[in-house]
Nanobody
Framework: VQLAESGGGLVQPGGSLRLSCEAS????????MGWYRQVPGKERESVAE????????KYLDSVKGRFTISRDNAKNTMYLQMNMLKPEDTAVYYC????????WGNGTLVTVSS
């Protein structure tokens, strides 16, 4: 299982970023996926999760209405569109294959600062 995140960076408050996660080494369309984030000194938290065929989606309360998770099973890729970013969204964002055993990417840093 390999998961490669991209799209992080520095953005001003109120700005937008789109994260991508390219998956390989497994049948992507068979697995639910998610985005987690971690701030140094704090536990990782689930930001958004999506079922294998996108029928079920859930979000962390603090990102509802601002973030959108999606996936393209034909491209083995998952996305996280982040709008109206706030300084408290600053974190390392991880792509995760969900299940009894969770697989993690290396993460991409998102910094929201003026």
């Amino acid at each position: 299982v390999q998961l490669a995140e991209s799209g992080g960076g520095l953005v001003q408050p109120g700005g937008s970023l789109r994260l991508s996660c390219e998956a390989s080494g497994f049948s992507f369309s068979s697995w639910p996926m998610g985005w987690y984030r971690q701030v140094p000194g704090k536990e990782r938290e689930s930001v958004a999760e999506i079922s294998n065929l996108s029928g079920r989606i859930k979000y962390l309360d603090s990102v509802k209405g601002r973030f959108t998770i999606s996936r393209d099973n034909a491209k083995n890729t998952m996305y996280l569109q982040m709008n109206m970013l706030k300084p408290e969204d600053t974190a390392v964002y991880y792509c995760v294959r969900l299940g009894n055993t969770m697989y993690w990417g290396n993460g991409t840093l998102v910094t929201v600062s003026s």
